[in-house]
């Protein structure tokens, strides 16, 4: 069974916009996930990207359009200036790490988390807010956030991240099957097909002569 390492920040709207499409690539292929939430900033810093506010005034404009191509063509719910952006997503991030390492599933506490943020104007630095979406979710809120404060966690947060820069992953989300590392959620396509075809993974690095 094939593993995708799906690197992701619950900051981002394009992790948001690929999530329903991944899991449905997962359930399609037989996929397995594994979910590693990463410190986007410290990826930034590693591999050439930059936060929002330092980008050039044309690649921000531009950003919004593609954000609205592609809530359009994902048929989700965003807004493109949520009111609590950005924001201190380290708590939230963590608890989606504490429910990996508790072996549950996240995928619904991340699609609830991704909404909160994008289409409801949550405050997801705010521990109230995550306490809702974790019971909702039908987990013990308080374990897990309990879980998600300690330097176990915080040392996974690290080690996914430095796997995500070792990946040679200039942003999120990022999919890496075999090595192959498929940046972005507009490539969730290209990891469907390299799934179904089982080829190769192409090579980052070419074999000296």
Not at 51 to 61: I, K, T
Not at 79 to 95: G, S, Y
Not at 108 to 121: C, I, K
Not at 198 to 205: F, S, T
Request: net charge neutral; with cysteine; charged share 25%.
């Amino acid at each position: 069974m094939a593993v995708v390492d799906y690197y992701f920040s619950l900051l981002s709207p394009y992790a948001y916009l690929g999530h329903a499409a991944v899991l449905d690539v997962a359930r399609e292929t037989g996929a397995t996930l594994a979910y590693r939430p990463v410190r986007i900033f410290e990826l930034f810093d590693a591999n050439g990207g930059l936060p929002l506010g330092q980008r050039a005034p044309a690649r921000q404009r531009y950003r919004l359009v593609e954000l609205q191509r592609w809530r359009e063509q994902r048929g989700v719910p965003l807004n493109l200036k949520p009111k609590f952006f950005p924001v201190d997503i380290a708590l939230a991030d963590r608890c989606a790490i504490a429910l990996v390492e508790a072996g549950a599933d996240p995928a619904a506490y991340m699609g609830a988390t991704f909404r909160a943020l994008w289409a409801h104007d949550r405050d997801l630095a705010d521990a109230q807010v995550i306490a809702r979406l974790l019971d909702a979710c039908g987990f013990d809120a308080a374990a897990v956030m309990a879980q998600a404060a300690t330097p176990g966690i915080d040392a996974i947060y690290t080690r996914n991240t430095q796997a995500a820069i070792a990946a040679d992953l200039p942003g999120l989300p990022g999919y890496v099957l075999d090595d192959e590392p498929f940046w972005g959620q507009d490539r969730v396509d290209a990891l469907r097909t390299a799934l179904l075809s089982g080829r190769p993974p192409y090579r980052r690095v070419l074999d000296r002569d």
